[in-house]
């Protein structure tokens, strides 16, 4: 292989080729940490043109790659499967063209997803997919898992943002799909790119939607003795037909894993809580939160808080976006999972995954976005115990089970990556998966882009370790 | 109602059949208190396999966004008879590829749609137009712009004929809010407010074609609306010009007899373009067979 590494030094530049086992072992997982695989050769390319040169010679070669953002994927979606090299997105960070009137920004691959946002903001406008590893999290990456986050509920997700992709495909050329112009001619083979978890090629340049920052905000804490209270004013709150920013639960185990590391002063002995952001014109927010304040005391609230500054709000947002790494506190290790149901049961889920909870003696907890249907039970263990750890594997399989019969789907928002490929047999028939496959060959005819991932009947062994590294913030 | 395979509101889904009339579709939703915020021109006529065949989409686009941004899940029928599910009936999924996205705008190519579902929506409770007129019309699209960035329109369009060029904004929500956009808007370019603007908005789709006219759509940035409608100014082929600005969608009217206009919508990419190739292999993959149309 070292004939390859300086055959790709040769294109990117020796600091751009890590090749020695200290530098590749950073890269032996992202934030799915149950399985592990090293690739043989990272390369970093500076600029969008040198991919498409490392994608070239990998064409010639006929050499099986893997693209990577910054890693922090939950469902293994860059762990090196029969793929040698890995291809690294996280050097294309420049923002190339902020578009004001327009409504429009060109970036690089590797823009952190965040730096899209402060970028716009002086102009008032925002990038508006943020999920919660948004101070890390890549463009690039985003679009391959189209991935989510708490205000997708009004303002959707990575496919509805993204205007157009450039995608090196793995035979080198590069295919320039749609553009900052909207409503082109043809059908949309951008929303076919959005999600394909980098198995058509690489997305080096995308065109994304700007929006207009809201106004103002009413940012509401919700504190209910039961979670069956909070999943009633949950549907209670979609059904009165207001559409809030985000609408999200955590659960009495991570609010005692919240509250110790963040100190909010939500009462321990919560069942539940939610956390309610309205946006928009100022002008009709009190009375919309009037609303949300009935529905709540109707499903026997607690307490109501209000965030009364930007700082108010941003701590209830850190709670909530970093209850991940605040669980860290509560045990050795974690793992996060990722369930859809329809919104009308939420509640059925919720009782679903306490009796799982109970079957194999563990400690599962739930933060997510209920008013989209879309669970996170983070199951708490200890990598030591080995029976425990098989015992986490199979309570995840049957909550997505359980999600899958109760109409609804596998992953949100994390992808199916390595982690969920068996799982896909539970939505899909043989013609559904022969279908996605013959796209797939489009795209890459040769198979050779992050390959073994998403489809079922890969029977591919990867290093299975306990893990040792949580899920980055 | 026939048609409609499975709706619960609660959930904000609902999967219909693909020959389901956008008519029915709108008012069983409506009955609840939902919408499917897209437009539709004609929609006793159109079915909603029309409606993702053609990608159709009307002002509301500006605010509401289009077909790809509601359809959440597909079956069909492909040319063998196969048939093949995508998606699901859950608002967030990323279970295998989005395949619905290739039948948009696709005319059908890629089979028989069975079913779809799709994200809903709560319908406004109220929804108001204010129109005023401008002197040109690179000054009224300015305007539109000018417009979005004053209050958030749910739509906002310039129409322009022989006689005049208008502006006409739609804000949608609470009385409160309706109300407050209103007045702001007309604070600065005064105007005329009606209080059905969902009727006005109905009315834009269809007043102009008439039985034999023909309608070209085009597609730029909003920024350069103006200079293209200044472009279509005193053009006799163009009897009616309907520009989405926020959007940068613009449709022209034209006479029947004005054959120069005649052009359906088609992908752009000469065919060997890679866009244009992965297209080809696309619809080859499919086996499709694409008329010269």
Known sequence: MSALASRLRAIVGADAVIDDAAGLSVYDCDGYTLERGTPDVVVLPPTPEKVVEVMRLLAAEKIPFVPRGAGTGLSGGTLPVQAPVMVCTSRLRTIEHVDVVNRRARVQAGVVNAQVTKAVAPHGLMYAPDPSSQPACTIGGNIAENSGGPHTLKYGVTTNHVLGVELVLPSGEVAELGGPVEGAPGYDLVGLVVGSEGTFGIVTRAWLRLVRAPESFRTVLAVFDSVEAASETVSGIIASGIVPAALEMMDDLIIEAVEAAYHVGIPMDAGAVLLIELDGPEVGLDEEQAVVDDVCRSHGVREIRVAKDQAERDLLWKCRKRAFGAVGRLARNYCTQDGVVPRTKVPEILRRIAATATKFDLRIGNVFHAGDGNIHPIILFDERDQDQVRRVLAAGREILEACVALGGSVTGEHGIGIEKRAQMRLLFSDDDIAAMKRVRAVFDPEGRANPHKIFPDSKVCVEARTPRRQVPL | ?293
Not at chain 2, 49 to 69: C, F, H, K
Not at chain 2, 89 to 94: F, I, P, W, Y
Not at chain 2, 182 to 190: D, S
């Open chain 2, 1 to 293: 109602m026939s048609g409609i395979v499975s709706y619960e509101p609660a959930d904000m889904t609902v999967t219909v059949h693909g020959d389901c009339p956008m008519d029915g579709l709108t008012a069983a939703l409506a009955e609840q208190g939902q919408w499917l915020p897209i437009d539709v021109a004609l929609p006793a006529r159109t079915t909603v396999a029309d409606l993702i065949g053609e990608n159709l989409s009307g002002p509301l686009r500006a605010s509401q966004g289009t077909v790809r941004d509601y359809l959440i899940g597909l079956r069909w029928h492909d040319r063998d008879g196969t048939l093949i599910s995508s998606g699901g009936r859950v608002v967030k999924n990323v279970a295998g590829y989005d395949l619905a996205k290739m039948h948009i705008g696709a005319r059908g190519a890629f089979g028989e749609i069975v079913e779809a579902t799709f994200k809903v929506r709560p319908k406004p409770a109220h929804e108001v137009t204010v129109t005023f007129e401008c002197e040109s019309r690179g000054e009224a699209a300015a305007a539109a712009l000018a417009v979005r960035d004053l209050v958030e329109p749910a739509w906002c369009v310039v129409v322009c004929d022989a006689r005049r060029t208008r502006v006409m904004v739609g804000v949608m929500g609470s009385e409160r809010v309706v109300k407050a956009q209103a007045e702001a808007v007309m604070g600065r370019w005064q105007g005329t407010r009606e209080e059905d603007g969902a009727l006005v908005r109905a009315n834009l789709g269809t007043a102009p074609t008439g039985s034999a006219g023909r309608v070209r759509t085009t597609a730029m940035l909003p920024r350069e609306v103006g200079d293209y409608l200044d472009s279509t100014n005193g053009s006799p082929a163009a009897s009616m010009v309907l520009a989405d600005v926020m959007s940068g969608v613009v449709t022209v009217f034209s006479a029947p007899d004005d054959s120069a206009s005649a052009e359906s919508p088609k992908p752009t990419e000469s065919p060997e373009s890679v866009v244009g190739r992965l297209r080809g292999a696309l619809d080859a993959a499919f086996s499709i067979c694409r008329p010269n149309d």
